[in-house]
């Protein structure tokens, strides 16, 4: 359910209360170092917490780092259905989105 929540239409459509990630990552990539680790300490309980939860759903440990791909790609989903403008081609992106994390947790997210 987490997946299909985070890749709602209803969290697309409100990217001013939604994750803080699809909103700023991309743009705290260019900033000085000092700010990405600012951005990356509040993002690591999220990371951490999201790693526990991938690997009881994939029966084997796994890491932040994993937990950060598996983050991108629904961020990476968020960001890009935000930015379509037809909304049957962004709910397009969502949906695929969904599959395509739902093949990674096993599961129906």
């Known amino acids: ?3 299909r929540a985070y ?3 209803e969290h697309r459509d409100a990217p001013g209360t939604g994750c803080p990630v699809a909103a700023l990552a ?3 990539g260019r900033h000085p170092r000092a700010t ?4 990356a300490s509040h993002v690591e309980p999220t990371l951490d917490a999201l790693a526990v939860w991938l690997s009881s759903r994939r029966g084997k440990e796994l890491g932040r780092a ?3 791909a598996f983050m991108g790609l629904l961020a990476g ?3 890009l259905a935000r930015a379509t403008p ?3 081609e962004s709910d397009a992106i969502l949906e695929a989105g969904i599959r395509a ?3 990674l947790t096993d599961g129906d997210g």
């Open 1 to 3: 359910m987490a997946v």
């Open 7 to 9: 890749l709602s239409p």
């Open 26 to 28: 991309s743009e705290v």
């Open 36 to 39: 990405r680790r600012t951005f």
């Open 66 to 68: 994993d937990a950060a």
């Open 77 to 79: 989903t968020l960001q």
């Open 86 to 88: 037809e909304r049957a």
């Open 101 to 103: 994390a739902l093949r």
